[in-house]
């Protein structure tokens, strides 16, 4: 009987063209087993959504360096929603000012965190959801 | 029916990703699902995408899909594709969606991406589960993209109707198929990366390994087509949908479609009794009665057919009665 792998897609929503966080996470979270849909660059808030919609992930890990965070979380968010993806939690990880991340952080976002945090804590953190700690 | 297999058969597309999940993982609900999914399953195209690592799968399919819907608007067209898992961890990084951007939030498309999860040959275990989900969800053509292939990566050609075969000059110091032998399962091999300076090279040592495949030919008779593209600016894709197109008429009309479709359900059927019976024999070879046996073969007091044959008569016919 096979396990259920814990499926997340990492995007890179955006114009910035910096994708080494992104590519330094999915590593990590491969390293912990578990599935990464890696998209790249430049992806628009729609998508991250098909994506997240087809590949059946639990959860979207974004990485957001442009400073665009505050227009492109909220419309993926609205866009979530209305493809009733409810169970999907989605993580950010970028350059985001405190005050941007409570703003977010209250319209759903399950967790913010700044250049510097260890991939063990993004790690543990997903695991957290699913009662694996 | 269940609601989940009606609403994927009503085209609901979150209810189609939950259910390839549930057959992806094997879950009794999944084989269920796929059981009762059969019989509107068996009219689709299944095209196959092989070839070494970083020769352009990806990029061809982006592509291929893009020209398939320009010639016919009114379908809907998935992808598989398999990457290899992590055998160290047993996670992935599936990454083939980075070079389908053309198609990834187009409402007439569904990629599915795969880890292998440690299955050999290319694909994952259940790869063909998958497409018949997306059978019978009504996606034609499935296009599935293999792990990058090395040797021996061939399966996919004892599940797809038409394999395309992609190289490309400068992988190596030669073509790679001409090592690999996965030449011998292609339909259409596509020579990508047209626009290097080494593509005419890459041609010849081409021409000259199908040369060797068919000596002769006869009447009727298939020959890959070599064709040339540049998958990253769309040049030569225009022939290979032609290619796929003639290849599917062929199929048909010669009579193969009928045999490539029983060589897929029998690797099916086989697959699926192979593993009941490496169930079975879990279940019913207790852990200690291995260990006993087992721990005579360390110390070469039994040998292993011997202990193969107690282990088979001695626990499993009799703990299975
Ligand atoms: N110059 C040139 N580069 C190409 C062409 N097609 C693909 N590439 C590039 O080749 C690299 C690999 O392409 P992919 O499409 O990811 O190759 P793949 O076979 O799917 O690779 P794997 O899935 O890793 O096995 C990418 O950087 C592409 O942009 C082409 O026709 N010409
Ligand atoms: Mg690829």
């Known amino acids: 009987m096979e396990e259920k792998k814990i499926r997340v897609l990492v995007a890179k929503p955006g114009l910035d063209g910096h994708d080494r966080g992104a590519k330094i996470i999915a590593r990590a979270l ?54 009733k993806l409810d169970d999907v939690q989605v993580f950010l990880g970028g350059i985001i000012p405190e005050a941007d991340a409570k703003v977010l952080l209250e319209e759903g976002v399950k967790a913010v965190y700044g250049p510097g945090t260890s991939t063990t804590q993004v790690v543990e953190d997903i695991r957290g959801l699913f009662g694996k700690a | 029916m269940t609601d989940l297999t009606q609403a994927v058969l009503n085209g609901d597309r979150r209810a189609l990703a939950r259910l390839i999940t549930l057959v992806e993982n094997d879950t009794g609900e999944g084989q269920q699902a796929l059981d009762g999914l059969f019989r509107d399953t068996g009219k689709t195209h299944v095209i196959g995408v092989t070839g070494a690592s970083g020769a352009g799968k990806s990029s061809l399919v982006n ?59 290319g694909l994952a275990q259940n790869t063909q589960a998958v497409s018949l989900v997306l059978d019978a969800a009504g996606y034609d053509p499935i296009i599935i993209e293999t792990v990058g292939a090395g040797q021996s990566e061939v399966e996919i050609a004892s599940l797809a109707h038409s394999v395309i075969v992609v190289e490309a000059p400068g992988l190596g110091d030669d073509v ?70 003639e290849h599917s008429a062929y199929l048909h009309q010669s009579g193969n479609w009928q045999k490539r479709d029983q060589i897929r359900l029998q690797v099916l059927l086989r697959g699926l009794l192979e593993k009941k019976h490496h169930q079975e024999w879990e279940e019913f070879i207790h852990r200690d009665e291995f260990q006993q046996v087992f721990d005579q073969v360390i110390e070469r007091e039994l040998a292993p057919h011997a202990a193969a044959e107690r282990l088979y008569t001695d626990s499993f016919l009799k703990n299975s009665h």
Not at chain 2, 70 to 96: N, Q
Not at chain 2, 207 to 236: C, Q
Request: with cysteine; proline share 5%.
């Open chain 2, 176 to 245: 790679q198929a001409a090592k690999a032998g996965i030449m011998e399962i292609a339909d259409i091999l596509v020579l990508n990366k047209a626009d290097k300076a080494e593509v005419d090279a890459a041609e010849m040592a081409l021409r000259s390994m199908l040369a060797m495949g068919f000596p002769s030919k006869e009447e009727g008779m298939w020959v890959p087509p070599i064709l040339r593209t540049v998958a990253t600016n769309g040049e030569g894709i225009a022939e290979v949908a032609a290619a796929v197109h």
């Open chain 2, 63 to 121: 592509c291929l899909v893009e020209e398939i819907l320009k010639r016919e608007p009114d379908k809907s067209v998935a992808v598989i594709a398999v990457d290899p898992t992590s055998p160290f961890s047993g996670g992935a990084v599936l990454g083939d969606r980075i070079r389908m951007r053309a198609i990834a939030d187009n409402p007439h498309v569904f990629i599915r991406s795969m880890a292998s999860r440690g299955a050999l040959g």
């Open chain 1, 30 to 83: 491969r390293d912990a087993g578990m599935e990464v849909i890696y998209t790249g660059l430049r992806q628009t808030p729609e998508m991250v959504i098909q994506a997240a919609l087809q590949e059946d992930v639990d959860v979207i890990g974004l990485s957001i360096l442009s400073g665009a965070h505050m227009s492109l979380v909220p419309r993926i968010l609205e866009l979530k929603k209305r493809a």
